[in-house]
């Protein structure tokens, strides 16, 4: 146990004195924690006695029984907003047709508390995504691609909780138009408990042990409890402060980001860059686990990750021969004989300057959570939307990372949804997501249709960024344990001023989240290296 730790215990026991033990009443929220020690403030004159643990809010009991049920509900006799069609082919009186913003609503009575499948007949011409609510909280969505012919297709979310007697389903479209003919909704199970059965070993060439330790970690706890993480503003500790000023916990992970550490932007943000890496190696000399992710600043043209901003052609650039193990010398050549092109010596420069960070981490034996590339399948970034460019170029910076810089330290994660994206079970060891829905849903169906994505050996899935964090014990009710959370940084968790914002998430739920039986938090957290060994 280290002395941040302990320090830590020791405030948290402190904050939490006001609490009732084991209830959710929200605390005095005037209560003070005092700021994270520092590798230089630590005093070894402080006792270091292990204090116990606050009791912990318990985890919240959901009746779940099973029984067969099946409905089928067609579209035209709910609640919709436009006219009902009857051309063509269809079930019952006809279909209705929904254009983006609007919804459908229909009223389903299951006899049990209990998971279902939802699922809808639906057809779009130029493709729609309609997201799934209940209770008003979205729960997941329905991407319908474009068909040309018209012909109603079956799209389901699996392992959705309804409760006992009338439960209210909405169907609003946000994005494209789309045809609904009906719903059916039958009884189906929790996620499946193998989404677990998760390898302890790492993708890359090599692994140092305390990065060993780490993954055995999170293997350990996956499926079991849910490590809090937040994002943060590059350069900063805002948020994680406001967190502990209002929780009394710190989060177990910190998530920055390596935007500012390559060529494009590094000279005019040079002193936000080098405070990231300053932070991150504090946090995980003190015990806390460090994430990056890396929003890649166009290395060509107009510097911008935003595809619509940067000026670049990710297939035009991308080298036919394999360069991840070229140095300096021999890209010269490959350049001057015409068989590369500067543009590609650009990615390797800026894939070697995002290895100058990661080398410090591996210096001091720190292991680092890397999340590069996010949402390639999102066509949002400059190196998303072709499918074959986009692998190649993870594998690129991955081979660059693992083999040519040796960096042993590193736990990848691939964040993405689409299969056709998803750069193969060696070039990354988590699959992260990103929900920006304004629920605290656990996404459930997301869990279970990732967890299947890889075949036979499921990956660690983690909520990587996110607006409301889902509810550890909605996670524990759908079997849905994500690995951790990560709120996203800014307006997302905190105000101007540096406060807790609750225009996303409640100071009550995070409490019940920081001080809860269900997460684990920076002051739970083990030795890595000793973790390691252990059997």
């Known amino acids: 146990m280290t002395k941040l730790n302990t320090t830590l215990k020791r405030l948290t026991a402190l904050a939490a004195a006001a609490m009732l033990c084991g209830c959710s009443a929200v605390p005095d929220r005037d209560m003070t924690v005092t700021a994270a020690p ?69 009223i389903v009575t299951p006899g049990t508390s209990q998971h279902y499948c939802v699922a809808i007949a639906a057809h779009s011409y130029g493709g729609a995504v309609v997201r799934l609510k209940i209770v008003n909280e979205v729960v997941g969505a329905y991407y319908i691609p474009a068909s040309e012919t018209m012909g109603f297709s079956e799209f389901a979310i699996d392992n959705v909780y309804l409760t006992t007697g009338a439960d209210v389903l909405t169907f609003e479209v946000i994005s494209g138009s789309a045809s609904l003919d009906y719903i059916t909704v039958r009884n189906s199970t929790r996620v499946s408990s193998t989404a677990y059965d998760v390898p302890r070993s790492c993708s890359g060439s090599g692994t140092a042990v305390s990065t060993l330790g780490l993954m055995r970690f999170f293997t350990d706890n996956y499926g079991k409890k849910v490590l809090t993480g937040q994002c943060v503003s590059p350069g900063s500790n805002a948020e994680i402060d406001a967190i502990a000023k209002e929780t009394g916990r710190y989060p177990a992970i910190r998530t920055g980001d390596l935007m500012y550490c390559t060529t494009a932007v590094y000279e005019a943000s040079r002193d936000t860059a080098d405070k990231e890496t300053e932070l991150a190696l504090e946090w995980g000399r003190n015990g806390g686990i460090v994430s990056f992710g890396w929003h890649w600043y166009s290395p060509v043209g107009k510097p911008a990750y935003y595809a619509d901003s940067a000026d670049i052609r990710l297939s035009e650039i991308l080298p036919d021969r394999d360069i991840c193990m070229a140095d300096d010398e021999e890209l010269g050549a490959l350049l001057d004989s015409g068989i590369i092109t500067a543009d590609a010596v650009s990615l390797i420069n800026d894939i070697d300057a995002v290895a100058e960070v990661l080398i410090q981490f591996r210096a001091e034996g720190i292991p680092v959570v890397f999340q590069p590339l996010p949402d390639g399948d999102s066509s949002m970034y400059w190196w998303g939307g072709d499918a074959d460019s986009y692998k190649k170029l993870w594998r690129l910076v991955f081979d660059r990372l693992d083999k040519y810089h040796s960096l042993n330290n590193i736990i990848w994660v691939w964040n993405g949804s689409s299969e056709d994206f998803f750069p193969g079970e060696k070039y990354c060891d988590i699959i992260g997501q990103s929900f920006y829905e304004e629920s605290s849903s656990s996404f459930a169906g997301r869990f279970s249709a990732l967890a299947a994505m890889t075949g036979e050996t499921p990956k660690l899935q983690a909520v990587t960024a996110c607006d409301r964090f889902p509810s550890p014990d909605l996670m524990n009710r759908d079997n849905a344990m994500w690995l951790w959370f990560s709120v996203a940084s800014g307006s997302a968790i905190i105000d101007s001023h540096g406060d807790l914002s609750e225009r996303y998430n409640s100071w009550q739920s995070l409490h019940d989240a920081y001080n809860g039986e269900l997460c684990i938090t920076l002051d739970e957290l083990p030795d890595l290296e000793e973790y390691a060994f252990q059997d």
């Open 38 to 106: 520092t590798a230089e403030s630590t005093d070894d004159s402080v006792e270091t006695v292990d204090e116990p643990r606050p009791d912990e809010i318990p985890i919240k009991k959901y009746p779940d029984e099973y029984a067969e049920f099946s409905a089928k509900l067609n579209a035209e006799d709910g609640a919709f907003e436009g006219n009902v069609r009857t051309d063509g082919e269809f079930d019952g009186e006809g279909y209705i047709v929904l254009d983006e913003g609007m919804k459908l609503q229909h």
